[in-house]
């Protein structure tokens, strides 16, 4: 299946948009998508290695699926405040 | 069912933050203490100066995780709770996020204070990108 990740901050800078399309196996893990972006966008691998994955507005754990037509986002280290 | 309103209240806003109304929202006859904490754009970091910080926010995920903080603080016994985060463009010592409590004693409003703040900094998807009067802007990594 292709998903659609949302990007913020360095991560939107670096990919040059606000997000990316990645092509997943239909049982996919966050840590197979996490997998896929590096290997997909070698570009956004190094700070991939930082980031948190965003499942409908929650944080996941690595383990989670990821249901079809769910919103996805990449979340580099946060610095509100 | 109580048709009161909701002792928390979680915001994300664009123009200045109303540090006074906020302030009159968390006053309740019951509460002896209300702590209200500021955070301000300073004008130093990482050996720089700073002109200003942009703040960016993944904004639904944001809005309910600021929400989470409020309410986990009223669970932990404030009377009221409230977070308002700025975004878009600040200047220096403009207010980038407040976070307010009341409860009938300052001693427990401390820590939940310090709490929720470290919870906003380290569970709420919001980035600044700070920029300096003598080099180029920089996103800030957290936590």
């Known amino acids: ?81 | 069912m109580s048709n009161a309103p909701a002792p928390f209240r979680a915001q994300l806003v664009r123009s200045a933050i109303d540090v006074s109304s906020s302030t009159s929202w968390l006053g309740d006859p019951g509460c002896g203490a209300v702590l209200v904490f500021c955070g301000n754009v300073r004008e130093k970091n990482r050996d720089q100066v700073v002109t200003k910080i942009e703040y960016q926010a993944y904004e639904s995920m944001a809005l309910a995780q600021l929400n989470q903080v409020v309410r986990s603080l009223v669970d932990q016994g404030a009377q009221r709770a409230m977070a308002i985060h700025r975004l878009g463009m600040l200047e220096v010592g403009e207010t980038s996020v407040l976070l307010g409590i009341s409860l009938p004693h300052r001693k427990v409003g401390f820590r939940l204070l310090e709490e929720g703040m470290e919870q906003i900094k380290k569970m709420v998807p919001i980035w600044k990108h700070e920029h300096y009067r003598d080099a180029n802007p920089v996103w800030i990594d957290g936590s």
Do not use: C, H, W
Request: no cysteine; hydrophobic share 45%; aromatic share 4%.
């Open chain 1, 1 to 81: 299946m292709k998903v659609e990740v949302l990007l913020f901050a360095s991560l939107r800078d670096l990919a040059q948009s606000d997000r990316i399309s990645v092509e997943l196996a239909e049982d996919a893990t966050v840590a197979d998508l996490l997998i896929s972006i590096s290997t997909q966008y070698p570009l956004l691998e190094d700070r991939v290695a930082l980031s948190r994955v965003a499942v409908n507005d929650r944080f996941s754990r690595s383990e989670d699926p990821i249901p079809s037509g769910s919103e996805l986002a990449l979340i580099p280290p946060v610095s509100g405040g």
